[in-house]
């Protein structure tokens, strides 16, 4: 069966910080992956998805970066962290169709 | 413009007490309707995809319905680990993009 993994689970950043989300997915090749933000009570916000490794699509003009360097890891980074960048970050994956989420992680930016 | 409306925001049962949740959608050339579970602090957890009007979907206490506006969540006799928030989110032909409501929450009382 399929996993998907997100680390780290929890983390407290200062404004200004690099940022780099990690995202793996286990017992499938050549998943379609996603990265999402979630405001506190609100919907999910796509953020980027790539259809195969090194070919991002981004939705939002903001101040982060993915990047897939290999078929099931997707990457979500920042150069710098603004307090506006602060949320729950979801990683989903899916063959055509359906779509998965990891467990997310908690970003705090102080 | 694509949107996706959920309602109510909240909604507060009493254990046993059967409703039905809404989710309406403005989109051209639905491709799919799709219904998550979310626990507080993780990640959603896919429990439908419907795909044409008059398709229904049961599991467990759920039952997802779908017409050419909207979707029904219908909780029949839920229990206290029924409460989560329930989002609803819709993909458009030719596009791998997931539009997703804000979400209802549900609480179940004892």
């Known amino acids: 069966s399929q996993t998907i993994h997100q680390w780290p689970a929890t983390l407290v950043q200062p404004v200004g910080s690099p940022l780099s989300l990690e995202c793996t997915v286990e017992?499938?090749?050549?998943?379609?992956l996603y990265w999402y933000r979630q405001a506190a009570g609100r919907g999910l916000q796509l953020l980027f998805y790539?259809?195969?490794?090194?070919?991002i699509s981004s939705e939002v003009p903001q101040n982060l970066s993915a990047s897939r360097p290999q078929d099931r890891q997707f990457i979500l980074s920042s150069k710098k962290l603004l307090l506006s960048d602060s949320g729950f970050y979801l990683c989903?994956?899916?063959?055509?169709?359906?779509?998965?989420f990891g467990p997310g992680t908690r970003l705090l930016v102080l | 413009e694509d949107q996706v409306t959920q309602s109510p925001e909240a909604l507060r049962l009493q254990e046993g007490e059967s409703s039905s949740l809404n989710c309406s959608y403005t989109?051209?050339?639905?491709?799919?309707l799709f219904w998550y579970r979310q626990d507080p602090g993780k990640g959603p957890e896919f429990l439908f995809t419907?795909?044409?009007a008059g398709e229904e979907k049961e599991k467990e206490r759920l039952k997802a319905t779908l017409t050419k506006k909207e979707s029904f969540l219908h909780i029949t006799a839920p229990k206290p680990e029924d409460s989560a928030t329930y989002l609803c989110?819709?993909?458009?032909?030719?596009?791998?993009?997931?539009?997703f409501g804000s979400g209802t929450r549900l609480l179940v009382r004892p």
């Open positions: 017992g499938t090749s050549n998943p379609n």
């Open positions: 419907l795909y044409s």
């Open positions: 989109v051209s050339g639905l491709r799919g």
């Open positions: 989110a819709v993909r458009k032909d030719s596009s791998y993009k997931l539009i």
């Open positions: 790539s259809v195969g490794i090194g070919q």
């Open positions: 989903a994956w899916s063959p055509p169709g359906d779509q998965y």
